[in-house]
């Protein structure tokens, strides 16, 4: 059993900025490739590409990628170096979405109040094992991509897109962040 360090920091990681250049310009041909938004829309509001190592009991409690400062339609998460190379190590420096999954309740009517009963849940938890929703085991080269608003909304925000990196345990953890901001008008026009 792995225990949750009940009193780190909001967020305990080291990160970069890499501009997404040519030799990183694949991300956005697979984004697309994925989710059928143009590659002219990726490019033009893709963020830089942050890159985060986490060490031995770093994380990044439960939180939204969008907000008002960054109104974020797509995360994708990438697993640079994994945690769980080895088969006894199943959610050490997982990424938990407590509102997703097939045992995940919605009973909220803001983001905001899902953050607080999820770091409510995540407090008051024994183990990774007692947390509901579910839990992405990081595994090296791959992603996990998610969409932060709900689909045919105006502008909601997405309650299943709330997530956190779980503590990493006696390793590191690396991973790349990449966010396609949302612009509606300029998403509408690039598929005309």
Do not use: M
Not at 41 to 49: A, F, V
Not at 107 to 129: C, F, G, K, P
Not at 146 to 156: D, I, M, T, V
Not at 173 to 184: G, Q, T
């Amino acid at each position: 059993k792995t225990c949750l360090n009940k009193t780190s920091v909001y967020r305990s990681s080291f990160n970069t900025w890499l501009p997404i250049n040519d030799q990183l310009s694949y991300l956005h041909e697979r984004i697309a490739a994925l989710t059928g938004i143009p590659l002219s829309y990726l490019k033009r509001k893709s963020e830089e590409l942050q890159v985060v190592k986490y060490e031995d009991g770093g994380e990044f409690k439960v939180h939204h990628d969008s907000s008002a400062y960054h109104s974020r339609l797509i995360t994708v998460l990438i697993y640079l170096k994994s945690t769980n190379d080895r088969e006894d190590s199943t959610a050490n420096g997982g990424t938990w979405f407590p509102y997703a999954g097939s045992n995940s309740t919605f009973t909220h009517e803001s983001v905001e109040s899902a953050i607080t009963e999820s770091l409510e849940l995540y407090h008051s938890s024994n183990s990774l094992t007692d947390l509901p929703g579910l839990i992405i085991t990081p595994k090296v080269g791959s992603a996990v991509l998610f969409y932060n608003y709900q689909p045919n909304s105006e502008n909601k925000l997405d309650i299943s897109a709330v997530h956190a990196g779980l503590p990493v345990s006696n390793e590191e953890k690396w991973v790349a962040n990449v966010w396609i901001e949302l612009d509606l008008n300029s998403l509408i026009n690039s598929f005309e």
